[in-house]
């Protein structure tokens, strides 16, 4: 059996994302990237098969992340 992980990933908490355009700030951004990575990692090393991400326009501003 394979086994993927997959994210609708966004910027920010949820109190940042209600205050309106998260996904336009650096350091929210940077920090989702960062986290991503690491759980890629650990997926990696824990053999899972893959990871995949929703399209764009599911996010709540439609331009939070480029997939």
Do not use: C, W
Not at 4 to 29: C, Q, V, W
Not at 42 to 61: C, K, R
């Amino acid at each position: 059996m394979k086994v993927s992980l997959f994210y609708l990933p966004s910027a920010g908490s949820r109190a940042d994302i209600e205050r309106g355009l998260a996904g336009l700030r650096g350091d929210l951004y940077q920090r989702m990237l960062a986290e991503l990575a690491e759980q890629a990692k650990l997926a990696d090393a824990l053999g899972y098969d893959s990871i995949s991400f929703t399209e764009h326009h599911f996010h709540v501003e439609g331009f939070e992340l480029s997939n």
